[in-house]
């Protein structure tokens, strides 16, 4: 009895856990920039099939929830994301997907050509020039990756992040705890500075 009680105490502490760093990198290096204007940008995740595998999907979903009521004609959705294994874009499959399955009929860009985080950020930065708020869809820890590569690229720009609606509280909370164990070991060359919260 009391080892059952040990095992639930551990599950329930792991499940807050994975709860808590999620929150908390969703609200890192974000701030709260208003106008007209905004940009969300969709990160793609490896897509050797036909159409957007279980991950991407979330993704786009995550993107399209993240587009403010009030400034929904003036968004730009942009899906970013290479080919992989020489099939179609990540991000022509996230257009399609939004497309077909969720009726997004919204301002679609397609940054096709980017296979690595980095590669991301420096691919889209010229389609950022122009709006007043960015906001960047993924799971949290690759958001917040996401938006610390784009600081370093242009602080300028970075000064418009806010946060994308990529995190919810009880959304994925079983496999959370696996998602903060990766996104600690994808984080960890992240600097102090870039994981500040903005509350």
Not at 7 to 36: F, K, P, Y
Not at 59 to 79: H, K, L, N, P, Q
């Amino acid at each position: 009895m009391r080892r059952r009680t040990g095992l639930a105490v551990a599950g329930v502490a792991a499940l807050a856990w994975g709860e808590w760093l999620n929150w908390r990198w969703s609200r890192a290096l974000v701030g709260n920039s208003g106008g007209a204007a905004e940009a969300v940008v969709v990160l793609g995740y490896r897509n050797p099939q036909a159409t957007a595998n279980f991950i991407n999907r979330w993704r786009v979903r995550a993107g399209i929830r993240s587009i403010a009521a009030d400034s929904a004609y003036d968004t730009r959705v942009i899906f970013s994301g290479g080919a992989t294994s020489g099939g179609a874009a990540e991000a022509q499959l996230m257009a399609d997907y939004a497309k077909s399955a969720l009726e997004f009929d919204g301002r679609v860009i397609l940054e096709d050509q980017s296979a690595t985080t980095w590669e991301n950020i420096t691919n889209v930065i010229p389609l950022l020039e122009d709006v007043d708020r960015i906001k960047i869809a993924s799971q949290p820890a690759h958001a917040l990756k996401a938006r610390a590569y784009l600081r370093r690229q242009r602080p300028d720009l970075a000064e418009k992040l806010v946060r994308a609606d990529d995190y919810r509280s009880g959304e994925w909370m079983v496999v959370k705890p696996l998602l903060a164990l990766y996104g600690l070991w994808t984080l960890r060359g992240l600097k102090a500075d870039e994981r500040n919260v903005s509350l």
